[in-house]
């Protein structure tokens, strides 16, 4: 991935749907386009990633934080991984300049928190900041199919100006490999976020 920094911090959490690649291969991208992320993580997705794709995470922040830093290569003073309840992280207030947020992927039990405003950990708080401080957030469902309550909460999201980038990967680029799939749906959010990417062309790019 071949991508310039236009943004110089973003928030990712991972939360318990399908599809922890996405949010992984993000962090990836982002961390090798010399940004700095803060990084969160539930225990369902600490759960998902291991029944899902064998990757076994420890549930400890420090830990956690020197295994991603090794495995992607980060730089000193680049990741930082906050604990589900760390109410002094700089995401949990206003006040703190701390970019965009993304939640990827994003379940349907964590979309209906931040619709509702629950803040119940640090990662529905920090969206919950996002949205009252009109900074950006992109919320990455993986759900199918969607019942009158999420879209309820899609579209109240929506109204407020969070962006809904479902994980519904396209064919017109012809993924020759499931690495390809999660690639399209990382790339639209590289996208959003204002970073150069070469991983999925421009329509109608030649």
């Not at 700095?36 to 794709?53: D, G, P």
């Amino acid at each position: 991935m071949n991508s310039k920094r236009q943004v110089s911090a973003v928030t990712l959490a991972l939360t318990g749907a399908s599809g922890v690649q996405y949010g992984l291969r993000l962090l990836q991208c982002l961390l090798a386009a010399d940004c700095r992320v803060y990084f969160m993580i539930s225990k369902a997705a600490l759960m998902v990633a291991a029944t899902e794709a064998d990757i076994k995470l420890p549930a400890e922040r420090e830990a956690l934080q020197r295994k991603l830093t090794s495995q992607f290569n980060a730089k000193p003073d680049q990741l930082f991984v906050f604990d589900r309840e760390q109410w002094t992280a700089p995401v949990a207030s206003g006040s703190a300049k701390t970019g965009p947020m993304v939640v990827c992927p994003c379940s349907m039990g964590t979309l209906s928190a931040i619709a509702t405003g629950a803040s119940n950990n640090l990662i529905e708080r920090a969206a919950d900041v996002a949205i009252k401080e009109k900074r950006q957030l992109i919320l990455v469902p993986r759900e199918t199919p969607l019942s009158a309550i999420h879209l309820e909460h899609m579209f109240k999201l929506a109204q407020l100006g969070v962006t809904l980038l479902p994980a519904c990967p396209g064919f017109y680029h012809r993924p020759q490999s499931v690495d390809d799939m999660v690639d399209f749906i990382v790339a639209r959010i590289l996208n959003q976020l204002g970073f150069e990417q070469d991983m999925l062309p421009a329509w109608g790019d030649v």
